[in-house]
């Protein structure tokens, strides 16, 4: 975490990532981080978790949101309940018929059904805004969704997950029960489902970890790890927040995606080709092989070919994670009074490709290219640092060019005001 974003945040901040672990960060990448499960409970973590999610906030999220599938879904024993059962239209003027029907979403978790709100990190504001910390720290994409599950039950059969997991207890108590894993760091295409045999042989055996989580604990689990949970006593809540760490595999694929730029891996097999008959093809195997490892080669000998890998690895990242939201309404508020006082600060999690030709600056966005004057290229830099920056302080331009040009980047939605980013961030 850079320390301007917690000086911003003030003397009481605490790291996304900091929150759910009881060692300290470094410890936790070196010997957790894709390794081993790390159980922290909440008298060893830095406060509770109150603020992200509570009962109310489930009842205000089934009754009162308009929540729809796929953002909700409701299991029993490891089966899914169609979702005819628990939504209905939203009636007049919101006839949408997959919205949540709070009345059967009762029906349904009093029949013993866990209720999954998904995807929540797009639809409620703390989690919106804790796991957009939460990428930043850790540097992979996350997402979270919440589990309802009523009083002695199991909403679902022991599995493993294609992605890492920090479970947060929020409501009653939890057991869970873990095993070590059949198929070690799993892809995001090789699901339980596909090893349910081992899965359930190796869930038979006696588990490595057998503890009841309380309200304030926290689970990690890599990914590939066996688990199942079984509420106790009561109705539970639990958080997961889902990462979907980038792997080594990740860096090959973006390898292979520049031998898509040789002509000798692009030419035809031969017409006639029996590809039925490996003895046939298996000449061309060897011709290919011997085609990529020279390729490999040239790429390894090249610095600016390795490059061209990382950075299509970061395009990659910026194209599935979202920066922190804007305020529309706000921000054109902050605009009408734009001068050379006004302080802003790039959009955090906003990932711009910055180049320049002879006479401008571009930055290379998700979804578009913006360019400005070649003189605002300091002024750019200086604010891609992270760090406030009042508009007339901005290197390179005069305060009137400045005003210009935070204007332009404030409409793009590049960067944001501060007061208004240190608020929404505390």
């Known amino acids: 975490m850079s320390d301007h974003r917690a000086d911003q945040r003030g003397p009481g901040y605490r790291s996304a990532l900091g929150r759910l672990i009881s060692v300290d960060e470094r410890t936790f990448v070196d010997d957790y981080w894709g390794r081993k499960p790390l159980l922290s409970r909440g008298r060893e973590l830095r406060g509770s978790f ?52 709070s009345a059967a979403v009762l029906s349904a978790f009093a029949d013993g059904h866990t209720l999954v709100l998904q995807g929540l990190h797009r639809l409620w504001p703390p989690l919106i805004d804790f796991v957009r910390d939460l990428v930043d720290d850790i540097g992979h994409p996350a997402q979270v969704n919440a589990y309802i599950t009523p009083a002695s039950s ?116 031969p017409a006639g080709l029996d590809l039925t008959d490996s003895d046939s093809v298996l000449p061309y195997v060897d ?10 080669d040239d790429l390894r000998a090249s610095p600016q070919a390795r490059r ?65 004057p070649i003189e605002a290229s300091d002024a750019i830099m200086q604010l891609n640092s992270g760090k406030p920056c009042r508009t007339g302080d901005l290197d390179g331009l005069d305060q009137s060019s400045a005003v210009i040009v935070v204007r332009r980047l404030l409409r793009e939605g590049v960067v944001v005001p501060s007061t208004t980013s240190a608020a929404h961030r505390s």
Request: aromatic content about 6%; glycine content about 6%.
């Open 308 to 372: 061209r890998i990382a950075e299509r690895l970061g395009r990659r990242l910026a194209d599935i994670t979202r920066p922190e939201p804007v305020s529309p309404l706000r921000t054109m508020s902050f605009m009408s009074s734009l001068d050379a006082d006004s302080t802003v600060v790039w959009r955090q999690g906003l990932v711009a490709r910055i180049s320049t030709d002879e006479s401008r600056v571009h930055l290379g966005l998700r979804s578009k290219t913006v360019s400005l």
């Open 154 to 269: 199991t909403g679902f059969a022991p599995h493993y997950d294609v992605h890492d997991v920090f479970v947060l207890q929020i409501a009653g108590a939890k057991r869970w029960v873990l095993h070590s894993p059949v198929h070690t760091h799993p892809l995001s295409n090789q699901p339980w489902s596909d090893r349910r045999d081992a899965v359930e042989d190796r869930a038979s055996e006696t588990p490595l970890l057998d503890t009841v989580l309380e309200p304030g604990d926290a689970l990690y689990l890599p990914r590939g790890w066996i688990h199942a949970a079984e509420a106790l006593g009561d109705n539970t809540i639990h958080l997961t927040a889902g990462v979907a760490s980038f792997n080594r595999y990740d860096v090959a694929n973006q390898l292979f995606g520049l031998l898509q730029d040789e002509p000798r891996l692009r030419e035809p097999l």
């Open 50 to 101: 109150d603020d992200l999610m509570s009962a109310a906030s489930v009842d205000e999220l089934v009754s009162h949101r308009g929540v729809r599938t796929p953002f909700a879904r409701m299991a029993k024993d490891g089966s899914l309940l169609d979702k005819s059962e628990f939504t209905s239209s939203g009636g007049f003027g919101a006839e949408m018929a997959d919205q949540l029907d």
């Open 287 to 296: 011709r290919v092989l011997d085609d990529v490892a020279s390729v490999l």
